[in-house]
């Protein structure tokens, strides 16, 4: 069973089009290295949401034409682990990259 909550949530500048999920693509890469756990980024393909997984762990960070709110899905072991400084590290990197590339 996993827990899925709200960890952050914010306006966007643009719309997530072909070149934006490129660059959050690329971006992702190039800085894979500042993620302490391995981790795989997924884009759905049906709505403009991506999914950066982990084995305990699944950051789904989904934007509207306004915002973009990033949930957590945690298994059990994650949620029973996760420290409030876990999340925030979590959250600036994706809100790094989001100002990164003006999103």
């Known amino acids: 069973m996993a827990w899925r ?4 949530e914010r306006p ?3 719309p997530i089009d072909a070149p934006a999920r490129a660059a959050i693509q690329a971006a992702f890469h190039q800085r894979r290295n500042e993620i302490p756990t391995p981790t795989e980024l997924e884009w759905r393909a049906d709505r403009p949401e991506l999914v950066i997984k982990a084995r305990w762990i699944s950051f789904i960070v989904r934007f509207t034409h306004e915002r973009m709110v990033v949930d957590a899905e945690l298994s059990l072991a994650a949620k029973m682990m996760a420290t409030e400084a876990n999340r925030r590290q979590a959250v ?12």
């Open 92 to 103: 600036d990197f994706i809100e790094s990259v989001a100002t990164e590339l003006d999103l």
């Open 12 to 14: 966007i500048k643009r």
């Open 5 to 8: 909550e709200t960890l952050y």
